[in-house]
């Protein structure tokens, strides 16, 4: 019976990790290593947490103190970090496959190190407790939390994103670094039972992934719209200019941006809206026209986005080449402090990082981390 009882508890509390990672189509996208890697970054996460805590928060005999808890839960802001290193620097592939990998292997490391020992200590050697089923259902609530921690620190790290989806990462991303003090609070002033706390554990858990979702849905918004309103946009440019729409090369016998366009005029920010999109499109007939027409090259949306640096994000080498001629700074930077160096280094388009260090790019500049 007892060893039923061990088996109950640790299938409850590490079948959901086996079945997200199979039946989410993740697998098709990666492999169980990846998680493995995040495994890792949670280990070394882990032992510098506990250096923190045995540092600078030793364990503190007598009542309760909300301060003090709050203090011990901001160390919490470790995981944030290490997350985020997981996602940005440790994984590789796309932006939402690394996030959701990282998630995966984070939770699996945190619940096998957590949970694993008491099940093989106590749940092993007794009949039957609630207190382990308790424990299995636990882990399953830091399944959903860890990876609704994953997708806010990579949802705040996002370019494109809302600004309620940004203050809405940020608040969550509170709730989940203080989170531990939060319940310990609850629990202590409340004088809840064990079952009740973990309703309430639940309730909030639920509350954090529905508020995850909504914060990813403000970013997929965004992206897909500029997806969508993209091809619209450089075939209102080509109705216009009465061209077809241009290719990536000038060969071919097809309409170039050379032969057209004559006697169109062209407001300024026509031009310059259109060489964003078209330089992000990878248009090159097009870039050629528009800067011909007077667009500025150095021309930036709100969020400090040039053509330079679309054009570098995306891998276009000749687009690239033409804004450079055109006189585009390759050390100018967006409001996040990210140059298009530093994005064509971290998309890993060689040829572009090349043809920049032969166009005067500081190799001293720094910034934020690339982010697709």
Not at 138 to 166: C, G, M, P, Y
Not at 214 to 230: C, H, K, P, Q
Request: glycine share 8%.
């Amino acid at each position: 019976m007892t060893f039923f009882h061990f088996c109950n508890c640790v299938v409850l509390a590490y079948a959901p990790h086996f079945i997200v990672f199979r039946y989410s189509s993740l697998s098709e996208y990666t492999n169980i290593w990846k998680c493995g890697q995040a495994a890792i970054v949670y280990l070394m996460t882990q032992f510098i947490k506990m250096l923190t805590l045995a540092t600078f928060f030793p364990i503190v005999e007598g009542e309760y103190s909300f301060s003090y808890e709050l203090m011990k839960s901001a160390v919490d802001i470790i995981d944030v970090m290490g997350l985020h290193f997981a996602i940005s620097y440790f994984l590789s592939g796309k932006g939402e496959v690394r996030m959701f990998t990282a998630g995966l292997g984070w939770t699996a490391a945190h619940s096998i190190l957590t949970y694993f020992v008491v099940f093989f200590v106590g749940a092993r050697t007794t009949g039957f407790s609630w207190r382990f089923i308790q424990t299995a259902i636990k882990s399953n609530l830091d399944l959903v939390f860890h990876l609704s921690l994953a997708s806010l620190v990579w949802i705040f790290n996002r370019i494109e994103q809302t600004a309620r989806s940004k203050h809405l990462a940020c608040v969550l991303l509170l709730f989940c670094i203080f989170h531990s003090a939060i319940y310990q609070t609850i629990f202590n002033y409340l004088a809840i039972d064990s079952w009740q706390l973990l309703g309430v554990e639940t309730l909030f858990t639920v509350g954090l992934a529905l508020s995850s979702l909504i914060a990813y849905s403000g970013v997929s918004i965004t992206i897909a719209w500029d997806r969508l309103m993209r091809p619209f946009f450089i075939i209102r440019f080509c109705s216009k200019l009465n061209m077809s729409i241009p290719t990536e090369s000038t060969n071919g016998g097809g309409t170039t941006a050379d032969q057209v366009g004559h006697g169109v005029e062209l407001s300024e920010s026509e031009r310059d809206k259109g060489l964003l999109y078209a330089s992000h499109a990878g248009k090159t007939d097009l870039v050629r026209f528009l800067l011909s027409r007077g667009a500025c090259v150095d021309w930036t949306t709100d969020e400090g986005f040039s053509p330079l640096f679309l054009a570098a994000r995306e891998g276009h080498l000749e687009v690239c080449k033409l804004l450079i001629a055109k006189g585009a700074d390759t050390n100018q930077k967006t409001n996040n402090g990210v140059s298009p160096w530093l994005v064509a280094c971290g998309k890993g388009h060689l040829d572009i990082v090349k043809l920049f260090v032969e166009n005067g790019q500081d190799m001293e500049a720094t910034g934020g981390a690339p982010r697709d």
